[in-house]
Structure formats: C-alpha cells, structure tokens
C-alpha cells in the first residue's frame, strides 16, 4: 500500500513538474517575441569577418544553439543583409560637437546640443561617444557636466558613455587650441580637480599633462574613481609618461598631436607605445585622428605597425562637423568650410577636425593598408577596451549589446542599429526583412 501511495506521489509530482516546465517554456516564448535573426551577412566576431547568422532578442545579441534549435523557435523578423558586413557599432572616445553644436559652448542649451549631435551621429555609424569639453572655466564646467549624463541610445540618438573632459591640468606650450587663461595646475593636489569640475559623477575620462606637479597623486584619486586618465597636450618626456602609466593612465590624447615631437634620445609620450617599463597587465591605448590632416599617412603607417593593438580612431571634431561648404558663425568665430576642411575665415588657419568617424575608418585603411578587420576593431574593440566596456559594447559577442552596423564592402554605412532596432538606413541600401 505504502508503494502504490509512493507511486502516486511521484506520478502527481512528474506531472505537475511537467506542466510547470511547459509554462516555463510558454514564458520564454512569449518574450520571444521580436526575435531578429540576420543572415547572408559577414559577422566580425573574434578578430576575423565570418558567414554565419546574427540571433538579436531584447536588444542583446543571443547565443541561437542554446534555446532556438533546440525548442525549434523561428525568428519573428528575418533580415537579408544583401551580404553585408555587420560590425559592432563605432565609438568616438572624443569629439567636441558638431552639426553646429560646441559642446563646451552651448552652456544655455546643453540637453538639446547633445541630443542634436547624438541623433546626427548615427547616420555616420556611431553608436557610443564621449562628448568633449575643452579647457574652459569652473563656471562653465559647474554648469555643463551636471547636465551630460551617461544614458542609453535609440532612435533619438547614440549612446552617451560620459564626458572626456580634455584639460584645463594641460602645458601652456601644448595648449593647441585651448584658451592659456583656464589652463591650471594642481596647486592644491586633488582638491583642485574638485574644483575646477565640481560634479565627477558624468567623467569617464580626462586627459592631463602628466609634468605638472601633483598629477601622478590626482591620477591615482581619479583611477580610484573609475575614471580613465589620459596624457596629452603636454611636454612629457618619456619617463614622466611611464611614470603617469604606473599610477593608473592608461590612454594617450590624439598621438602625434599637441605633444613633444619623437626624438631620438628621448621620444616623449610616443615612446610609450613600445616602453619596457610598462607591465603587460597595464596596456596603454592611444587615440589617433585619421582625417588626411591632423595625421600625416605615414605617422598613421608608423603608429598602426608600431602597436595595432592600442590603436583607437577618434574624430576629435568640431561643432563644424556635417555643416556644408561656406562661411559659418561657431562661437566666436567666422568658420569656412572648403574642400572638406574648416578654416578660419579669410586665412589658411585650420581651426580643426570635420571628418565623420566613418570617414577616418575608411582613410586609415587606405593609408596603413591594414585589412578591413583592423580598421574596424580600431573604431569598435578597441575604444571599447580602453574604456572598460568591451564585455557588452565593440563586440558582436554573445549577451553583448547588439549595438551595430551594416556596412558593404568599401565600408560605406548602409544602416545603424542599436539595441536591435534600426536607427538609421541609408536610402540607397536594400535592406529587406519579413515577419
């Protein structure tokens, strides 16, 4: 009796199990809806382009074998990608504005300022970004970060990763650009930092000249953060930036800009791309400018040969950035725009970058004659890794964010993608999908 009882008992249990396990099962497939899967498409995934199919579900690239086959699930939307490339998303680790908008000028307007540049991005492939302040006053940066946050991307526009705030702890004799009257020194340490910004909750990085005295302490306080730390518009000798790289920077500000120039018995902050005084587990990651302009085809050539692995595109652009030929007011400046660069009006003067991240991935190809892998891993992977996101952004991983391009074979953007959703299409692309 106690056995038929037992029976019975184990019976009930394998049937309510069973009936839980089909509304378990019920529940992943209702949220399965919106399902995307991508096919005849070439994926960068791990370092190499791949003939296999990209599964999207709730914005996050999925992993099809462990759940699709098996339960024998069809994609709700499937898209032919006319054998295009997909590539994860662009970052641009530093940019000023553009399409008319400064973003450490736009003090009345900041929210509508980094929307504007945000949306219009997409249309040049960025998905991420990291909107840049220049040197400027305490005022001015009390006012703007409080009002840059860190916030998902979509169809109004990329994602912001956090303000690169570039100076004002800059050298003089570097300044580029910037205004000599905001530039400052760490007099009272880190204390000074506290400051000259006010609210840090919205940095993700700043870019300092590791020489000033004090700089070495105030990385460490700003590592301590999570904030990244960057060299750059400086007069750094090489020991000095090995010293900043020791105390936690791990980035360099458009090499080859705004910094001593390479020399034989001392190379300055270039000679940090080959230094053997940095451990392996401190790798150091340096932007560089790729519009034909700020960087000569053969400093790209050198850089790229040198040390591939660190090397990240930046625009470095400014709110003259999509404007078209002709005389512009930015700021406080006349700006012409011709033959695709800026000038101040009526001189020779260029007063700074205009390409689009697109653009730079495209020139630096053509110039270093890396493959098409390189040149986007430079746009993706690596700005990724020097921010630390790399788990979920610059990746077509699985679980990542399915933050991407489709782009053909002269990388040309046919369409943006983020979060699984289509952000922007090139009107000349045939991208089709069925339900």
């Not at 086959?69 to 553009?98: F, H, M, R, T």
């Not at 400051?195 to 000249?209: C, F, H, K, M, R």
């Not at 999570?226 to 105390?247: D, F, R, W």
């Not at 493959?371 to 990724?384: D, K, M, R, W, Y």
Request: charged content about 20%.
């Amino acid at each position: 009796m106690f056995k038929v009882h037992l029976t019975r008992f184990f019976y009930r249990e394998f049937i309510f199990c069973g009936i839980l396990h089909t509304y378990m099962l019920k529940c992943v497939f209702d949220k399965m809806n919106g399902l995307q899967q991508f096919h005849n498409c070439k994926l960068l995934r791990n370092g190499k382009l791949i003939y296999d199919n990209l599964w999207v579900l709730n914005g996050v690239i999925v992993d099809p074998e462990k759940l699709f086959y098996d339960e024998k699930v069809k994609a709700e939307n499937v898209i032919d990608c006319q054998n295009a490339i997909i590539s994860p998303g662009y970052i641009d680790l530093q940019i000023n504005g553009g399409f008319g908008v400064d973003f450490s000028h736009n003090i009345d307007h900041v929210e509508d300022g980094i929307n504007k540049v945000a949306k219009n991005l997409l249309a040049h492939g960025v998905t991420s970004f990291c909107p840049t302040l220049v040197t400027s006053s305490n005022e001015t940066y009390h006012k703007i970060l409080p009002k840059i946050k860190k916030s998902p991307g979509g169809k109004h526009g990329a994602t912001v990763l956090g303000v690169h705030v570039e100076g004002p702890f800059i050298s003089p004799t570097k300044k580029g650009a910037h205004q000599e009257i905001f530039i400052k020194q760490f007099n009272n340490g880190f204390q000074t930092v506290i400051d000259a910004y006010g609210d840090l909750e919205n940095i993700s990085y700043v870019t300092l000249a590791p020489e000033i005295d004090n700089s070495f302490e105030v990385i460490r306080e700003l590592c301590d953060r999570n904030i990244k730390v960057s060299v750059g518009h400086s007069v750094a000798n090489l020991k000095q930036g090995e010293n900043a790289v020791k105390h936690g920077a791990s980035f360099i500000t458009h090499l080859f800009n705004a910094m001593l120039p390479f020399h034989h018995r001392d190379p300055g902050l270039v000679g940090l791309l080959t230094s053997d005084k940095i451990s392996s587990s401190k790798k150091i990651h340096f932007g560089i400018i790729a519009d034909g302009v700020h960087t000569h085809p053969a400093a790209l050539r050198i850089a790229h040969r040198t040390h591939p692995e660190g090397l990240v595109l930046v625009t470095d652009a400014i709110s003259a950035l999509g404007l078209q030929e002709g005389l512009h007011r930015l700021g406080q400046l006349d700006i012409e725009i011709k033959s695709g660069q800026a000038y101040i009006a009526k001189t020779d003067t260029l007063c700074g970058s205009i390409a689009a991240m697109s653009e730079c991935v495209k020139f630096f190809k053509k110039a270093t004659g890396c493959s098409i892998v390189e040149a986007l891993e430079a746009a993706t992977l690596h700005p990724a890794r020097a921010l630390g996101v790399q788990s979920h952004k610059g990746i077509l991983n699985f679980k990542a964010d399915a933050d991407f391009l489709l782009l053909n074979d002269n990388l040309d953007v046919l369409s943006t993608w983020i979060a699984g959703e289509c952000v922007y299409q090139n009107q000349t692309a045939n991208i089709s999908g069925s339900a």
